[in-house]
């Protein structure tokens, strides 16, 4: 049950925003820029000059927001295609009359706004909505809610609406009311000591009956954490002595307004006092199997089966397929349950090493549950087409849940499409990559980020020991320069000398690109205008190191660093498992110069350099590839005004584009094919052709097939091949038309007369020219650059280079004659803006010239 909603009635505060969110739906105008977290109740409030068409209404529900308000106007558009349950009808007391059956039967409630309301007119409304819930917003700027005045509406059935501005979290504000006081206001107590029973839950299940009473409700309101009311000892802050404390996610009241329900995170032992997680006994099911789990994380020993699957993901992935496979093919009722729960096992046990809980698979449910938007629910094509074929050989029904297994014996082969052929549907279907649902990565990132934003090193050390599986960092997470000499045991001298080589390349490449004078413009007499370059202060380099270490990353983000003068360079790649850099990246920090090395990976170590912690130094921008969980913490910090971090560009799995005509060599081109598709099983690998005859694209075919299998990496390749796809063009343009369109990172010219196209390049993250520039050579050691942008953002980004590690700053030197030239224009254009100082600042000195 709802109190009273608050409106956020302009941008609020970011402490009083955390407090309204834990006491219920939060009412945001549609174009609000204020930030509210994803699993935060919310309506939408679409005013009379709201913006946005239905599509985007409906947008907003699948977003999350539990209703939107819609004016009577909106209300024929809106009725029948949104369920009646998520729409409030926004009124007007003088409009109500206006209101027909089909409208007032299509919606759920009404957010009424009138400068005076009293309890015969909201019960007369009530019964006019059928008992819907009445939201009432007073309108009188001379007469803001007080706590009488909620309690009355209150009493009345109706939920009182208070604008964000009239709230506080201070005591004894004049113009303001205090946020526990408004909450408290209506609340009644028919015990003889004024107290109100609180029931505590955490993730739908209950952990104990407590009672509170107006000054503990208040203080958890305000704070955040677990507050009751001992019957005998007074106030009582759970785990002030015994460490099992709460953060309150969010206080409901019940339909009677005389009882509580507080919807917490239960730290330490638990709840109850004999250190059970809760008053009414030992977890079982799921929260026991999720303890129990996240127990063994922590404490398995090595050889145990659980530690097992924690450390060996192709182990984990294996037995989810292998229990979806069992579960599919269960019949009895007993059968399914056996094997419902030992996936549910396998899959919890995947979901906590992921740091994911049972409460962020309920939240995802919950948001699941509030689309308006359905998808069809049909299965995807490579589901279906393994059912059809496995009951062609087996003559009945296989589990369609279960991954297919790629078959060993049939051709690594790609996809075939004509490109003349395609509609215009079809060829935009052609430039799309896999989806990645931002959104969704950044709300996963999240508690990670924020972990390390607000726990510091403490917070950052636990993540490097769950997801970097580096359990030995106990004093500092960073090593600093000077970093210690490697012996030839550890580094291979034939290792080192190609590091050498590949630097003293790369290097000199981007000298090159580096600017050492300024740029100087008179623009007009005595008017000069200069552009000159500064390093970035400080700078953050993430170096994967998941499946592979990559030390040719580091060299390619530490040498710009280098060259344009970055004065701290910070280094953070995952660390081994005794808490060691790999040699190969060592040396290449230490070729570099880099000031300091972080032992971490994934968000955590974005999020590290980001926010900066007791020992991680605070960088300006970050660059690097990653994974997706790397990507979306790239982009959730450089929004954060808090890190004042920037970062290089979005980034998403290799790709490779080919354009080959009838001079190319079939091996040569499915090589090139093959180094970007044996990066993950995401990877997007492209063959335009140009007139090549059957005979040619069957060699490139029987060549991609054969080195393949005789190469390490051919799983990710069985996976990553087939999603790819040869586009059949008749003429150089208009294979280059489709490159261009595509914005590849990589593009690789197999052509007849290669050096003279590329002038037809637009969009392309860098260029490969002739058949002997392979793309690896790019990768390691040419020169240029391997940090590239991928997902078509060649469209708009250039790849890493020098001057990304360079600001570029203006100034302008304006003598006294130059002023007489340029101050009038100045002058005339600063009143038609009505700028009047401005303008005053060039007359007052053309005065003193006169």
């Known amino acids: 049950m709802t109190v009273f909603a608050p409106l956020l009635d302009g941008q609020v505060d970011e402490a009083l925003l955390v407090v309204l969110q834990r006491i219920g739906p939060v009412i945001v105008p549609a174009l609000s820029s204020q930030q509210i977290s994803g699993d935060v109740p919310r309506y939408i409030l679409l005013d009379h000059d709201t913006s946005l068409n239905l599509d985007e209404v409906i947008q907003k529900l699948d977003q999350g927001a539990e209703k939107v308000i819609v004016p009577l106007a909106w209300a024929k558009e809106v009725v029948g295609v949104v369920p009646a349950s998520r729409v409030l009808l926004l009124l007007d007391a003088s409009s109500v009359s206006a209101v027909s059956e089909t409208v007032r039967n299509g919606v759920s409630g009404v957010l009424l706004k009138s400068p005076a309301l009293d309890a015969d007119f909201i019960t007369s409304m009530s019964r006019f909505f059928k008992g819907q819930d009445i939201h009432v917003l007073p309108t009188d700027p001379g007469a803001p809610l007080t706590p009488a005045k909620i309690r009355e509406l209150r009493q009345a059935g109706a939920i009182p609406v208070i ?42 299940r209950s952990l104990g009956l407590v009672y509170s009473s107006i000054a503990s409700v208040k203080e958890s309101i305000l704070t955040g954490k677990g507050v009751y009311q001992s019957r005998k000892h007074g106030l009582w802050r759970k785990g002030e002595t015994s460490g099992a404390v709460q953060d309150v996610r969010s206080i409901k009241v019940d339909c009677d307004l005389d009882s509580l329900e507080f919807e917490v995170v239960q730290h330490g032992v638990g709840f109850c006092h004999l250190n059970r997680a809760s008053c009414f006994g030992h977890n079982k099911g799921l929260p026991l199997l999720e303890r129990t789990l996240q127990s063994r994380l922590a404490e398995a020993p090595e050889g145990s089966y659980t530690r097992r699957l924690f450390n060996d993901p192709a182990l984990l992935r294996a037995k989810i397929m292998e229990e979806a496979d069992e579960l599919c093919r269960a019949e009895t009722k007993e059968e399914v349950a056996f094997e419902a729960a030992d996936l549910i096992y396998f899959a919890l046990t995947k979901c906590t090493a992921a740091g994911v809980s049972i409460a962020d698979i309920e939240r995802s449910l ?93 917070a950052l050390m636990k993540l490097v020991a769950q997801f970097d599986r580096c359990t030995v960092l106990k004093d500092t997470p960073i090593l600093r320069a000077p970093f210690p000499e490697l012996s030839d045991t550890e580094l291979d001298p034939e290792v080192r000398k190609a590091i050498d080589v590949a630097y003293a390349n790369v290097r000199t490449f981007h000298a090159a690109q580096a600017e050492t004078t300024a740029l100087r413009v008179e623009t007009m007499p005595g008017v000069v205008c200069s552009r000159f370059a500064r390093p970035i202060a400080r700078v953050g380099l993430y170096v994967p190191g998941g499946t592979a270490i990559l030390p040719s990353t580091a060299l ?44 971490a990976g994934g968000a955590q170590a974005v999020a590290a350099m980001a926010y900066g912690t007791e020992t991680v130094p605070k960088v300006d921008k970050i660059f690097g590839p990653g994974n997706q969980w790397v990507t979306a913490a790239k982009m959730l910090v450089q929004n954060d005004t808090d890190a004042l971090v920037s970062i290089d560009m979005p980034a998403g799995p290799s790709e490779v584009l080919v354009i080959a005509d009838e001079t190319c060599n079939p091996a040569f081109v499915a090589s090139d094919l093959l180094s970007q598709a044996e990066h993950g099983v995401d990877s997007q690998v492209v063959l335009v052709a140009v007139n090549l005859p059957e005979h040619t694209i069957s060699a490139i075919e029987a060549e991609v097939d054969a080195q393949a299998r005789a190469l390490p990496r051919v799983d990710i390749m069985r996976e990553s091949i087939p999603k790819s796809i040869i586009v059949k063009t008749t003429s150089v343009q208009e294979a280059f038309s489709f490159s261009n369109d595509y914005a590849p990172e990589h593009l690789i010219l197999h052509l007849a007369d290669a050096p003279s196209t590329v002038a037809l390049v637009q969009n392309a993250g860098s260029v490969f020219v002739g058949p002997y520039s392979p793309e690896s050579c790019g990768d390691y050691a040419s020169g240029t650059n391997h940090t590239l942008p991928t997902n078509g953002y060649a469209r708009q980004f250039s790849g890493v280079n020098t001057q ?20 009038p224009v100045v002058a005339t254009l600063a009143d038609c803006e009505g700028l009047g100082a401005h303008a005053n600042a060039v007359r007052i000195r053309l005065r003193t010239l006169q």
Not at 170 to 191: F, H, K
Not at 804 to 823: C, M, P, R
């Open 163 to 204: 604008p964000a501005s009239q709230l506080t979290l201070a005591e004894g504000a004049v113009s303001q009311l205090n946020v526990g006081d408004a909450y408290t206001a209506p609340l009644v107590s028919d015990r003889p000591d004024g107290l109100y029973p609180t029931v505590v839950s955490e993730g739908g």
């Open 366 to 458: 919950d948001q699941k549950a509030k689309k308006v938007t359905r998808r069809p629910g049909n299965a995807k094509p490579q589901w279906v087409n393994a059912e059809a074929s496995s009951s062609k050989v087996n003559g009945s029904a296989p589990p369609a849940a279960a991954a297919p297994k790629p078959d060993q014996d049939a051709p690594i082969r790609m996809r075939t499409y004509t490109l003349s052929e395609c509609s215009p549907a079809e060829r935009a279907r052609l430039l799309k990559r896999p989806v990645l649902n931002s959104d969704a990565m950044i709300a996963k990132v999240r508690p990670i980020v924020d972990a390390v934003r607000t726990g510091g090193d403490a």
């Open 804 to 823: 990304s590690f360079q600001k570029h700053i203006t100034s302008q030197e304006i003598t006294a004659s130059g002023l007489k030239n340029v101050g």
């Open 556 to 599: 390619m983000l530490g040498v710009p660093a280098q060259v344009a003068g970055c004065q701290e360079v910070v280094l953070a790649t995952p660390p081994r498992a005794d808490g060691s850099i790999s040699p190969e990246v060592m040396y290449c920090a230490k070729l570099v110069g880099a000031s300091a090395i972080l032992r």
